[in-house]
Structure formats: C-alpha cells, structure tokens
C-alpha cells in the first residue's frame, strides 16, 4: 500500500524554523514529482513547493527565499526546510507523490500542522 507520511510540524513564533518531513513507501521514490501544499482553515489547498525527479525546485511566490525544498531518495522522503515564519504561514501542510505513471492527482499524506503565531 502507497503511504506518504508527514512529520516536524509544530507552534512556533514569528521569524522561527522548522524543518517538515514526508516518508513514502509503497512507491518507485525516485521518479516521483514531490509537492508541499499547504491549506489554512476555511482556504483551499494550495502549493507550496515542488522538486522534479531529478531535482528541479519551483516555489510559490509568498514563500521564496524563506522555504526550500530537498529530497533523500535513499531514505524516500522529502523536506520542506520553512525559515523566516510568518503567521500567514499558518496552515495544515501536505506532501504529494505524482508520476505519470500514478493516478491522476497521486498520492497524498495525512498533514502536518503548522502555527505560526507570539
């Protein structure tokens, strides 16, 4: 069974870190287009970041500079690295696997919460 696996999410204050984590199992890791999304309460789930198979990055303009996005494809699991934390910030943060040889849409995980807030 496909399992993406969240982890690191927590309350922090404004300016802090924290580093976010997605194990998978179940899948080929290594061909598979990670994602971040995040969703904020009430909002629809948007994205974040995204790392290609062989590691192209692209992010959403509110969190360029301050978030990043890595891959250990001998562990599986995929980063989100979130620096300079604002408490826009705030939201339900997701991982995503996608291939063109998954389902449309892939797969997702259960979410991690992320509070940003003094």
């Known amino acids: 069974q496909v399992q993406l696996v969240e982890s690191g999410g927590g309350l922090v204050q404004p300016g802090g870190s924290l580093r976010l984590s997605c194990a998978a199992s179940?899948?080929?890791?290594?061909?598979?287009?990670m994602r971040w999304y995040g969703q904020a309460p009430g909002k629809e789930r948007e994205l974040v970041a995204v790392i290609s198979s062989t590691g192209s990055t692209n992010y959403a303009d509110s969190v360029k500079g301050r978030f990043t996005i890595s891959r250990d494809n001998a562990k599986n699991t995929v980063y989100l690295q979130l620096n300079s934390l604002k408490p826009e910030d705030t939201a339900v943060y997701y991982c995503?696997?996608?291939?063109?040889?998954?389902?449309?849409?892939?797969?997702w995980g259960q979410g991690t919460q992320v509070t940003v807030s003094s």
């Open positions: 995503n696997a996608r291939s063109i040889n998954a389902p449309a849409g892939g797969y």
């Open positions: 179940g899948i080929t890791f290594s061909v598979y287009n």
